[in-house]
């Protein structure tokens, strides 16, 4: 184990997957999946999940990785034999295809940064009509998004202490501190108060199935769960580590930075007069609005800064999204780590140009001739969700009928001494026994076929 190179302290493993779970996913969906699923109720599903769905699963991703000490699919495998790696390599490609569009994204978030910093952005008068022509641009976002790819594949090719850890330590503290800022401004701006109620105030009746499943998924997604990602990270942790305790801090990390995204983003947008549910392009279009009406001079600092801080939040997700399958192929092809990395990032970037494509250029990929008629990039962000809850459910069920729950709580024991004893055992050990394979298990039935097999009882026909 000891080659494969380790986190060197334990700030480094929380700090790295901390980077991992903070992202696009806090600052730029969290936002508007709140703003069209009806906001506060939305926020209080998504709490209820991470407490008591995420938190348990990521626990017993981080233990298998640390037991086991190898990539996601040489941890099943060498922990449940041979048919188990099938899982390990099911989380590999959701790490794959959930990078090919979060690259895209991440280069329309460098791309803003660049424009709004060097750029003349700012002066534009119409900025949901900008975004639209934007995310079309192909040449600009070709090269953004190849640059961000360019740029993640460098520091993984560097491995684990060097690259990862030194990326995560500069950017979560500034990003805390931009994001702090920004709050304290939109809550002084007129009828703030509006949005605070809108994302504070849940009202019972607008919660429903739709509202349980994007929260449930959004949750997946930004703690980056269900595909092996702890896994993979938690293989590099040494014994002395206290998991329990690091996926507390881990899962508050990731919340609070959501948590405080929406409340940047609501009073924005209601003092604006803006409509929270214009979905993928919300933050795009109202961080503008507000970084406009700060003059052309402040406008330009903080939201050239702001645009920057979510590349370096994205940044550290792509590493460990890249981390995945670099891991497997080092690990269980015994191939050098530079190559796989240069070559998994082609790789990855190619399979993104549909995405890439598929805000408008390309009719075909804008509406693809499936139920509801997604765009390539919503199509397949949509299966990576499917596959993270399922990649959930399968873990506690791997966790329950082979690895047996008392060895993951002897693992949890090391570096935790106490814990087998503690209430808060009982409470994962049920959690991952019962509550999650069953509840996780309920919603990918009626996601799948209501997807994909047109049964509609969670969307509807809408
Ligand atoms: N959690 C990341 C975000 O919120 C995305 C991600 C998902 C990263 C899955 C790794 C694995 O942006």
Redo the contacts with the bound molecule.
């Keep these: 184990m000891s080659n494969r190179g380790n986190f060197s302290s334990r700030i480094g493993f929380i700090l790295a997957a901390a980077g991992?779970?903070?992202?696009?996913?806090?600052i730029?969906?969290?936002p508007y999946l709140a703003g069209t699923n009806g906001g506060a109720g939305f926020l209080l599903i998504y709490l209820i999940c991470i407490f008591t769905l995420c938190f348990p699963v990521m626990v017993g991703e981080i233990a298998i990785g640390r037991k086991a000490g190898s990539d996601a699919y040489g941890s099943y495998k060498k922990l449940g034999g041979g048919t188990w790696g099938y899982l390990g390599l099911y989380g590999i490609l959701?790490?794959v295809l959930?990078l090919s569009y979060?690259n895209v994204v991440a280069g329309w978030a460098f791309g803003y940064f660049l424009e709004i910093t060097f750029g003349n952005l700012l002066n534009h008068a119409d900025f949901g009509s900008f975004f639209g022509e934007y995310v079309n641009s192909i040449g600009p976002i070709f090269m953004f998004s190849f640059g961000f790819m360019v740029i993640t594949a460098i520091i993984v090719s560097q491995g684990i202490a060097k690259g990862i850890e030194a990326a995560n330590k500069i950017m979560m503290p500034g990003l805390y501190l931009i994001l702090i800022g920004l709050i304290i401004y939109s809550l002084t701006l007129p009828n703030a108060s509006a949005g605070v109620e809108f994302y504070l105030v849940p009202k019972l009746d607008q919660i429903t199935s739709k509202t349980i499943f994007y929260a449930l998924c959004q949750a997946f997604?930004?703690?980056?769960?269900?595909?092996g990602?702890l896994i993979t990270y938690g293989s590099y942790v040494t014994k002395d580590q206290n998991i329990v305790k690091s996926a507390a801090i881990i899962s508050i990390a990731?919340t609070s930075v959501a948590f405080l995204a929406g409340l940047m983003v609501f009073p924005l947008v209601f003092s604006l007069g803006a409509e929270p549910g214009q979905g993928p392009k919300l933050i795009f279009v109202i961080l503008t609005q507000a970084f406009q009406s700060m003059g052309p001079v402040v406008g330009r600092i903080v939201g050239g800064s702001f645009f920057l801080l979510i590349c370096f939040?994205?940044l550290t997700?792509?590493i460990?999204?890249l981390e995945?399958p670099a891991a497997y192929f080092v690990d269980q092809k015994k191939l050098p780590r530079k190559a796989v990395v240069w070559g998994m990032s082609g790789l990855i970037f190619v399979l993104g140009l549909p995405s890439m494509f598929s805000q408008g250029v390309v009719p075909f990929l804008n509406k693809l001739p499936l139920h509801n008629a997604p765009d390539f990039l919503s199509f397949v962000s949509d299966l990576c969700d499917i596959m993270?809850i399922t990649g959930g459910c399968l873990m506690c069920l791997f966790i329950r009928y082979k690895w047996k729950i008392n060895n993951m709580n002897e693992e949890l024991e090391i570096g935790n001494t106490g814990y087998v004893q503690s209430w808060l055992s009982k409470y994962l050990t049920f959690a991952i026994t019962w509550v999650c394979p069953i509840l996780l298990g309920i919603l990918s039935v009626l996601v799948i076929t209501d997807k994909y097999f047109g049964l509609e009882w969670l969307f509807g026909a809408a």
Excluded at 20 to 26: D, F, K, P
């Design positions: 991992s779970a903070v992202g696009l996913g806090n730029w969906r969290f959701a790490g959930i979060y997604f930004s703690l980056s769960l269900g595909m990602c990731d939040a994205a997700s792509t460990s999204l995945v993270l």
